[in-house]
């Protein structure tokens, strides 16, 4: 099982931030040492260790400028054109998973040159959070 959530979380990091990754996968690795009945097993004490021994380093990747999503930065320059131009402009932005939800409402209100928008977030189409 925690191959998956790290596949999931490299996946996310090519969609979202670093950061937003290495919160995925950190919240996932929390859960599972600590609601596991069953225990882990060797393989997934393995990539723990390997997870936890570089952390500090992704930590310090993940706030350098040069390592930032490029996608993110186009979409950030498209949000701020269209506003720009229609101040009265709404926007929707569709994802296929809730970790991407969370991901992107978390980019837009930690990013500064997007403080004007006013996010919400709808997942799976039950209920309204935050």
Avoid at 82 to 87: A, I, L, P, V, W
Avoid at 101 to 125: C, Q, T
Wanted: aromatic letters at 10%; hydrophobic letters at 30%.
């Amino acid at each position: 099982m925690t191959f998956q959530k790290y596949n999931d979380s490299l996946k996310e990091n090519t969609i979202c931030r670093i950061q937003d990754a290495l919160r995925f996968i950190k919240k996932f690795i929390e859960k599972e040492e600590s609601t596991r009945s069953d225990g882990l097993n060797e393989d997934d004490k393995q990539l723990i260790r390997l997870f936890k021994d570089r952390e500090e380093k992704l930590q310090y990747v993940s706030g350098e400028k040069k390592f930032e999503n490029p996608l993110l930065s186009k979409f950030e320059d498209v949000l701020i054109g269209e506003y720009k131009t229609n101040t009265e402009a709404h926007a929707i932005i569709f994802c296929t998973k809730r970790i991407t939800v969370d991901a992107m409402y978390s980019w837009i209100k930690e990013n500064e040159r997007l403080s004007f928008l006013k996010p919400e977030k709808i997942s799976s189409g039950r209920y309204l959070i935050n």
